[in-house]
């Protein structure tokens, strides 16, 4: 059974930082990635690492602040340098296939998702 848990949200202030974490199981992942969605907003895609951890990418409004990770069994988010508009849940994402390009990946083309995170930045 796959199953992805993700751990490390909370309240914060702008400016502090964050290490989300997203432990995954049941089979072996090809891409995966961060998605998050405010309220009121669609969910929209974060960043994402190739299977072997050597290729990311991220979004423009994370770009410089927020950088993807990961290990034989966890992916990681580190968060950099929050606002209040980074606020929302966040949802770690795993692929059955491995994407060469990871530039702003769309939602379809990952097949397994976890329950997500919250975190909430005050200003």
């Known amino acids: 059974q796959v199953r992805l848990v993700e751990s490390g949200g909370g309240l914060v202030q702008a400016g502090d930082s964050l290490r989300l974490s997203c432990a995954a199981s049941?089979?072996?992942?090809?891409?995966m990635g961060w998605f998050r969605q405010a309220p009121g907003k669609e969910r929209e895609f974060v960043a994402a690492i190739s299977w072997s951890g050597t290729n990311t990418a991220s979004a423009e409004p994370v770009k410089g602040r927020f950088t993807i990770s990961r290990d034989n069994t966890k992916v990681y988010l580190h968060m950099n340098s929050l606002k209040p508009e980074d606020t929302a849940l966040y949802y770690c994402a795993a692929s059955r296939s491995t994407y060469g390009s990871l530039w702003h990946m769309a939602q379809s083309q990952f097949d397994y998702w976890g329950q997500g995170t919250q975190v909430t930045v005050s200003s």
């Open positions: 049941g089979r072996t992942f090809g891409t």
